[in-house]
């Protein structure tokens, strides 16, 4: 299994900002879509922002558009979430998933590997 490591979470107050990190180890990472989604205490884990495996597409759920911005850099194995103007409902586990193909990943059924997750807490 291809271990997906997430970091860049912890607590910050709203309106502030977190960049999440999520390094893969192989030699295929560029050849994969990514994603981020998110779990919250009693709620499905939803989809927040997907991208392909070149990085020119990209594609966010509703409540990221205009605040978060994913990236990657495919030289050092590493998908990224950059997330501005964080408001207290983005509070939750936060999950770096591979998907089985080259697109990007926007649903769970795509997913070929989920990281560990890493907890964003945003207080009021």
């Known amino acids: 299994q291809v271990p997906l490591v997430e970091s860049g979470g912890g607590l910050v107050q709203a309106g502030g900002s977190l960049r999440l990190s999520c390094a893969a180890s192989?030699?295929?990472?560029?050849?994969?879509?990514m994603g981020w989604f998110r779990q919250a205490p009693g709620k499905d884990r939803e989809f927040v922002a997907g991208?392909?495996?070149?990085?020119?597409?990209?594609y966010y759920a509703d409540s990221a558009k205009g605040r978060f911005t994913i990236s990657r850099d495919n030289a050092k194995n590493t998908v990224y979430l950059q997330m501005n103007s964080l408001k207290p409902e983005d509070t939750a586990v936060y999950y770096c998933?591979?998907?089985?193909?080259?697109?990007?990943?926007?649903?769970?059924?795509?997913?070929?590997?989920w990281g560990q997750g890493t907890q964003v807490t945003v207080s009021s």
């Open positions: 192989g030699r295929t990472f560029s050849s994969y879509g």
């Open positions: 998933a591979q998907g089985r193909f080259a697109i990007l990943v926007k649903t769970t059924a795509q997913v070929r590997y």
């Open positions: 991208i392909d495996w070149s990085g020119t597409s990209t």
